[in-house]
């Protein structure tokens, strides 16, 4: 059962343009949504997290956009650049027992091309 | 510095062999998980421990083994059941703000 739905599946965007990929959840007792990155050979690296007492978390040119009532968050890579080429996932825990684990979207591979 | 170390990087299996990754922590993290992952599959958990001498099954748990002996250490064993074990392993750790700290990985092939 996927708990967290994520697109699209790949992703092709020109350099300086904006790239954004979107997750969905269920589990209405989520409160923690990170966003990792990963490149190719190598292991996931936490890219940004946000909970959901605030609607935006940004750094750098990396945003989330969080939508509770939706209970939707998004990634905005502003001004992409081929070296944020890389699978990208977002993740979605609670805090106690069985919620603690995070619960993975599938991935989203994006080629920023030069 | 802190984090993960996977070893080895890459690991070759034969038939019917069981195998042991290692996966070592010096971030005093209490959990550590199992994950594997195929191409357009995503990350499966395979098994997570929240603390030493504890540890749960994951989704796909069939075919392996773990032990959690010390909190720095969880290794994986993947055993002769395990019919399609090739794939890329990960281990990763977390702290109790919620960040997971992963490894490099192993990449395990069957020959």
């Known amino acids: 059962q996927q708990q967290v739905k994520q697109s699209p599946q790949s992703l092709i965007v020109q350099k300086g343009g904006i790239s954004i990929i979107n997750c969905a959840y269920e589990n209405t007792a989520f409160d923690y949504f990170p966003w990792y990155q990963q490149f190719p050979g190598k292991g996931p690296a936490l890219l940004i997290a946000?909970?959901?007492d605030v609607s935006e978390k940004k750094e750098g040119r990396f945003t989330i956009s969080f939508n509770k009532s939706a209970k939707q968050f998004s990634l905005h890579i502003m001004d992409s650049q081929p070296g944020d080429s890389a699978t990208y996932f977002c993740?979605?825990?609670?805090?106690?027992?069985?919620?603690?684990?995070?619960?993975w979207g599938l991935g989203t591979s994006l080629a920023v091309n030069p | 510095d802190g984090g993960i170390t996977q070893s080895p990087k890459y690991l070759f299996r034969k038939e019917g062999q069981n195998v042991t990754l290692s996966c070592e922590q010096n971030?005093?993290?209490?959990?550590m998980y199992w994950y594997r992952q195929d191409p357009g599959q995503g990350l499966r958990l395979i098994y997570y421990s929240q603390i030493v001498n504890d540890f749960q099954k994951g989704d796909i748990a069939e075919g392996y083994s773990v032990s959690r002996e010390k909190k720095e250490s969880f290794p994986l064993t993947v055993t002769s059941a395990q019919k399609n074990p090739t794939a890329f392993y990960l281990c990763a750790s977390r702290s109790l703000v919620g960040g997971y700290t992963f490894g490099s990985g192993t990449r395990l092939t069957v020959v």
């Open positions: 946000i909970r959901p």
């Open positions: 993740a979605a825990s609670g805090n106690a027992g069985n919620n603690r684990k995070l619960i």
């Open positions: 971030l005093n993290h209490d959990a």
